[in-house]
């Protein structure tokens, strides 16, 4: 796991606000959320994140992990390491030794510009436990406004701080956020099938062609994230590697109902984008949403 991580000059205050209630188990490569209201209910939903991880060398920080990175101690200076979920990207700030952010709104807006700043949809705060909770965390919006809670900056939080308390293997803990208790559960990946990195064009035609398939066949691989939110490529017969097959996110949706995977709608992500897939118990029919659009108008002599 590999995170950038970096320096910047600023004068800090710490602002003074309401104190925050919010709890919350985190964990990283592979999360499993379950979504807690403020009064713990045991059949409270829960919902399952996938974090995914990427490696990058940092030179300018020695190659130092984050946690090693973080425990520098400049005065001036506010150390942090940034991360994105599915390009979703925050600015995270180990802020366990007070229960104030170390910014203020009005920093964390100019921390997060694009052109003058870090750049990052917001700043996010490691702060100490309360109510029971084993850390607490709060953001900051890139305009400095406060949301409750915020779904792939949750993940990002659970990631950095299985890496500042340098976790290993499965674990979880609580977080104290806004919208009430979040409990993040750390899953090893290394067995995960990862569909994009499948070699299609090695293992599709092997489908296509098998003996048991006289009039060939059409392959889908698909990853499942949540049981509404599947991924999913294909080999067609006669076509190779395409950027989508609606019938076969209709099949997959189909196969994952009946394998306990799914639910009976599910969007399902295509390298050429997602479809709405639903199958309705009702009737038995299955209804694909999607876009048709227009890429040009011409005319060509033959």
């Known amino acids: 796991m590999g995170a950038i ?31 807690l209201p403020a009064a713990a209910s045991p059949r409270a939903p ?8 990427f490696s990058m060398n940092v030179e300018a920080v020695e190659k130092a992990s984050p946690a090693s990175f973080l425990d520098r101690r400049e005065a001036g200076f506010l150390h942090f390491v940034k991360y994105h979920g599915l390009g979703n990207d925050f600015i995270l ?19 997060c510009d694009r052109n003058f700043g870090i750049g990052a949809d917001g700043v996010i705060f490691a702060l100490p436990g309360i109510n029971g909770a084993d850390y607490t965390m709060r953001i900051y919006n890139s305009d400095g406004s406060e949301p409750e809670m915020c ?4 993940r990002c939080f659970a ?18 956020t806004g919208a ?13 099938l990862k569909v994009d990195e499948l070699k299609l064009a090695d293992i599709g035609p092997k489908f296509e062609n098998h003996e048991v398939f006289p009039a060939r ?28 097959c609606g019938t076969g996110a209709c099949a997959v949706v189909v196969a994952a109902v009946l394998e306990g995977r799914a639910e009976r709608n599910c969007t399902v992500d295509l390298p050429g984008g997602p479809l709405q897939i639903e199958w309705k118990e009702e009737n038995n029919h299955i209804y694909m949403t999607g876009p048709a659009e227009v890429v040009f108008y011409g005319s060509v002599p033959l």
Not at 46 to 53: C, E, H, I, K, Y
Not at 151 to 154: A, K, L, S, Y
Not at 159 to 176: C, D, P, T
Not at 180 to 192: C, H, S, Y
């Open 5 to 35: 991580a970096a320096a910047i000059s600023l004068p800090l205050t710490s602002p003074t606000r309401r104190s925050l209630t919010a709890s919350l188990r985190t964990s990283s490569t592979i999360l499993k959320l379950n979504s």
């Open 46 to 53: 829960t919902l399952r994140v996938s974090a995914v991880s």
């Open 93 to 111: 700030v180990d802020n366990r030794d007070s229960s104030e952010p170390k910014t203020s709104p009005e920093q964390a807006a100019k921390l």
């Open 151 to 154: 779904g792939n900056g949750v």
């Open 159 to 176: 990631r950095f701080i299985a890496e500042l308390e340098n976790l290993q293997g499965r674990h979880s803990f609580k977080v104290h």
């Open 180 to 192: 009430g208790l979040i409990i993040p559960e750390i899953q090893e990946d290394g067995n995960n």
């Open 217 to 244: 066949t059409n392959t889908e691989f698909v990853q499942v994230y949540t049981p509404s939110h599947l991924k999913m490529r294909v080999w067609e017969r006669g076509a190779g590697a395409t950027l989508a």
